[in-house]
């Protein structure tokens, strides 16, 4: 298995955009190839990570880019896994090369849905449930995940106001991250008093619609070796499922994916979940961060909701979790978030964070998953 | 890199089905693990070919699959590359066993849409042109295709009876294979006098709309050989791209995609176009199958008309093209076709192939491309 580095990075501002989704892929691409300082024409194979391509009346979304890059005859394909469809893509781009059959992929992930309106998105998005059992029965992920808090509150010693912290905390965060969608600093008593969405969750526990496009380059160590850009390492990447529908969970609080995909991510790396020093991970739903940090092995099961509230998850804490944000304030443009999540562990490990940096970080963590955590792709990197 | 085979394979019929596409994905799979004789548990990873899964509400296939399969935890994705979504998925999974990642995968292509109707089904389908250039501009497929086609009777000496001749071999083959969708005789007159649909090309020079779903089991050889089914080999895989807008093309009448796949895969297996006994080529169109022919370098370009107008594309006569009946008569599932034509290959070489047997065949490719030709797989098999 040969060594694999990401040479380059780079994404759209997340939030409404008026751009086609073919011109903001070639935006987050275009910058990705300029930070890895290489030309258009190195790149021998490319992964688009995209879920609701029809949205802009182009699938197929592959050739288009490449086509805009000026590449028409490399490779393309894209990669659909719900809201993980990102690091799922991220995490074939990285066998491809690991397995030592491309010298340099791009990997660009993008969605544009704001435009349909909230109807629309909310419909579709419930395809990626296991409509059969959970969509057609009018089950959409607010309520799914609202299960998942009821449960949480159930089995733990936890409250709204608790999980209301999580959204604080990432506001806190993207105010500080110019391409976030949601720059607003919010108190715990405006989540408490937003609208109900699915109860106990409320508006500012639901990460919004987001349109965006991020991109990253992929190479091997001598390829990136031979180039001028900053690369970091990639040094584990897993992979796991769970039941398609929550009814098929034995618990209703833990995501088998996560563990699943953390397990090898860790294992390949040869690390515990305590070298790590920040993580992206999968905020659809405040309770949803929560679930993550203990499934991903930050925290006890049960304990997360206490660190959470005494700020321990906090950037420049003991563990800084979401940093850029996070799906609740920096977006969440569903194709592109699992590639926007590597572009941020880039940025971090590269010392391009600015006001968000994690100090002395040298381990970053992506966790991504689609739809309840049926698919789920974690990937660690290291500073080089 | 590792040795793959493939150790099993199924398929639906194709056609209008009344399943849902989550169960149909299911039959083939199914019949795809029992054919290998193996437990659904020895599968460690999987690959759906999938486009407008959204057309039957479900998109995110992968977790539903491998629910109904008993292997929640299993790690799925989805891929689209439009009409060629299955051999490109087919080449992923090649790719993933061959680099040593995984030890068995089953990769299994879908597509449910007669429901929707033919206007339906006619607009999306069009999402996969370059819609800014052609579908927007009303240049859907048939139209695109038609183009080729006038180019092609302008540069060399066709006609449209010629063209027949391939929907008319086709429903031949077709007629032998129980899965087609349309087994049918027909004659050169019964497509010159049928519809036109965008001149020359009329409806018998047309694929149908169609639902199936097809199914593979790939593996390494060390792992079909510990097990009781029957087995071939992967013995080349390509892929390559062109222009997403034919008005990017230098010329009409070739695909570069086809020629840089397939010189790709020739190059691996070591061999030349001339060690092919048969081959599942992509003919949407009748034209496409005449451009497909001569850039997989079985004929001279524009050599192939006259092959076809001699019968020499027959069953059983110098190179048996589409045994199967191929997307005109088999059918074109669109997320489905091309691990279908894998199926195919893999029937013909273990002796499955009933009244439509490629006598004393060695070695199959398949060919499958998306839209024009913007995206396209080729993979090579031989006999063990």
New interface residues.
Partial sequence: ?KKVCVLGAGSTKYGKLSD?I?DIATQASVSAIESAKISPKEVD?SYIAN????AD????L???L??NLG????????????CGSGS?AFH?AW??V????CDCVVATGVEKVTHTGTEWTTT?FA??????YE??AGASFPGLFASMARAYISEFDATEEDFAMVAVKNHDNGILNPKAHLQKKITVDDVMNSAVVASPLKLYDCCPFSDGASSVILCSEEFARAHGGNYIEVIGSG???????LQ?REHMTTI??TK??SKQAYEMAGISPKDVDFAEVHDCFTIAEIVDIEDLGFFEKGAGIKAVREGRTKLNSDISINPSGGLKSKGHPIGATGIGQVVEVYDQLTGAAGARTVKDAKIGLTHNF??TG??CAVNLFASV
């Fill in positions: 298995m086609s073919a194979f879920v609701f391509g029809i009346k182009q699938v197929h592959g050739p288009v490449m086509s590449i028409s005859e490399t490779p393309s394909l894209s990669i659909e896994s719900a799922v074939e066998a491809k690991a397995g030592g059959h579709y395809y990626c449930s296991d409509f059969y969509g057609q992979r796991g499922g769970s039941s398609s529908a098929g088998p994916s699943i995909a689609g739809a049926a698919s």
